[in-house]
């Protein structure tokens, strides 16, 4: 069956952002091509989206903004559509044994995203300490995870999550990265117990925390509903287990190239990696150029 696709929800890392974090050009001109074609094009994100705007900075895009793994729902015009925020209470539970087990952390606000001022360290310390137990670990590709890591927007040093207790803003999302795995999984599973929290991974040396009715496929059901357009009628396109509940809401499915094979086996399509512009040739396969255009 042909469907025509009026929305099309786009994650960013891995899939829409090349590995110098930037949109291609060939990707900008098919979004904006897409977009002139009446195709709703809305970004789906772990980034705060104050981090979004600033990698939108000179490309002249504007879209919807699902940020902070659906934690938050921007307008194109950047005022606050929707928004789901974590209990304080789990957050000072979540943020205490994070820090105790010296865990780097962020936690993502309104404005913000508070990290520890010692956290950069131990992740130094981390890395070292897998260095000499592991010669054969590319220590490239784990700098090169932290450095991306260190690369977003609106970053504020905090002493201790106790800095936070109080506050009055929002807590959206809480990020907790280790380069050790059993670390990562003793941490993802700590919490299940916690009932109004869902927990995500966006890459594989983290896991994130959101409210459990925060997540890209809850987000991208609002944001359908709202604009009118049937779910059926949508597509999303990602690399990670952080996009399969816009996978699951959305009508069709996309994996990236370089997606993992989980993600690739559960969709319904695979296009080009994001360093080969996949989303440009995802674009042009949904809308093909005709010759007289
Ligand atoms: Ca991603």
């Given at each position: 069956m042909i469907r025509v696709v009026k929305l099309l929800a786009v994650d960013l890392d891995g899939t829409l952002l090349n590995e110098e974090s930037r949109i291609s050009q060939k990707n900008l001109d098919a979004i904006k091509y897409a977009q002139s074609n009446g195709v709703e094009v809305i970004i789906a994100t772990g980034r705060a989206h104050f981090d979004v705007i600033e990698i939108f900075k000179d490309t002249g895009l504007k879209t919807w903004i699902i940020a902070a793994n659906g934690a938050t729902i921007h307008q194109p015009n950047g005022e606050l559509f929707h928004s789901k925020a974590i209990n304080h209470e789990d957050a000072i539970t979540i943020l205490s044994w994070l820090e105790n087990e010296n865990f780097y952390y962020e936690v993502f606000s309104n404005h913000s995203i508070f990290t520890p001022q010692n956290g950069r360290e131990l992740l130094a310390i981390e890395m070292d300490r897998l260095k000499s137990a592991?010669?054969?670990?590319s220590i490239e590709k784990l700098k090169y995870a932290a450095e991306k890591q260190y690369s977003q927007m609106g970053f504020s040093f905090i002493k201790?999550?106790?800095?936070?207790?109080?506050?009055?803003e929002d807590i959206y999302n809480i990020l907790a990265f280790s380069f050790h795995e059993e670390k990562l999984k003793k941490g993802s599973s700590q919490f299940e117990y916690l009932e109004d929290i869902t927990i995500v991974s966006s890459a594989k040396h983290n896991f994130e925390f959101e409210h459990?009715?925060?997540s890209k496929g809850i987000a991208l059901e609002i944001l359908a509903n709202k604009l009118g357009i049937p779910l059926t009628d949508t597509a999303a396109v990602g690399d990670s287990f952080n996009d399969l509940s816009m996978m699951r809401a959305a009508g069709k499915s996309i994996a990236m190239g370089n997606a993992l094979e989980e993600i690739k086996d559960l969709c319904n399509e695979v296009t080009l990696p994001n360093v080969e512009d996949g989303v440009a040739h995802l674009i042009y396969s949904l809308i093909p150029v005709t010759a007289d255009y």
């Open positions: 592991n010669p054969d670990v201790s999550y106790q800095d936070l207790i109080g506050m009055k459990k009715y925060a």
